[in-house]
T-cell receptor
Framework: EAQVTQNPRYLITVTGKKLTVTCSQN?????MSWYRQDPGLGLRQIYY???????DKGDVPEGYKVSRKEKRNFPLILESPSPNQTSLYFC?????????????FGPGTRLTVT | SQQGEEDPQALSIQEGENATMNCSYK?????LQWYRQNSGRGLVHLIL?????REKHSGRLRVTLDTSKKSSSLLITASRAADTASYFC????????????FGKGTHLIIQP
């Protein structure tokens, strides 16, 4: 089954404790992206990747890191989480060659930083 | 940066009625897409309309695009309780590689 998976689905952590949210897709998509969703703000892009070893900042990259060592994986790293990073996070992927950029979304990771 | 803005923010209708949501955007686009999100879950792609198209249908969905007004509408006909969700428009500019820009969404409630 074609899908985007994220882990963990729920995470409660404390300020400053490094964490990684994993994202994996099995559709051989070149393009992958991370979004955060906050009430009243909709979805905002954090980082995106056009292909392996190619990443770039989205609209709200501060406090986040990403890496793309393999085509299927695009982990989101919070080196020193803060309470303002409490949010619902989504990973998404799509084919780059398809100019429609129709994106497939993962189920989301709800992160709480205390 | 945020581009699409949906209107209304929330909409409550009776089952069987039609639901219309609007989206306005600011810059030129390659295409505009609509997504649905059930509470707390991932977004699901509904329909895409390209900049050279004016109207598109998919089942009970009808999307229109007016590039001169930089606006789009999503019509859901004969609504069902299962249509209760948030609906987002997203624009793809085509000139860059940063993918889709989402609006803040319309929360649709279908009352049985």
């Amino acid at each position: 089954e074609a899908q985007v998976t994220q882990n963990p689905r729920y995470l409660i952590t404390v300020t400053g404790k490094k964490l990684t949210v994993t994202c994996s897709q099995n559709m051989n998509h070149e393009y992958m992206s991370w979004y955060r969703q906050d009430p009243g703000l909709g979805l905002r892009q954090i980082y995106y990747s056009m292909n392996v070893e190619v990443t770039d900042k989205g609209d709200v990259p501060e406090g986040y890191k990403v890496s793309r060592k393999e085509k299927r994986n695009f982990p989101l790293i919070l080196e020193s989480p803060s309470p303002n990073q409490t949010s619902l996070y989504f990973c998404a992927s799509s084919f780059l060659a398809d100019v429609s950029y129709e994106q497939y979304f993962g189920p989301g990771t709800r992160l709480t930083v205390t | 940066s945020q581009q699409g803005e949906e209107d209304p923010q929330a909409l409550s209708i009776q089952e069987g009625e039609n639901a219309t949501m609007n989206c306005s955007y600011k810059t030129s686009i390659n295409n505009l897409q609509w997504y649905r999100q059930n509470s707390g879950r991932g977004l699901v792609h509904l329909i895409l309309i390209r900049s050279n198209e004016r109207e598109k249908h998919s089942g009970r969905l009808r999307v229109t695009l007016d590039t001169s007004k930089k606006s789009s509408s999503l019509l859901i006909t004969a609504s069902r309780a299962a249509d209760t969700a948030s609906y987002f428009c997203a624009t793809f500019g085509g000139g860059g590689a940063d993918g889709l820009t989402f609006g803040k969404g319309t929360h649709l409630i279908i009352q049985p």
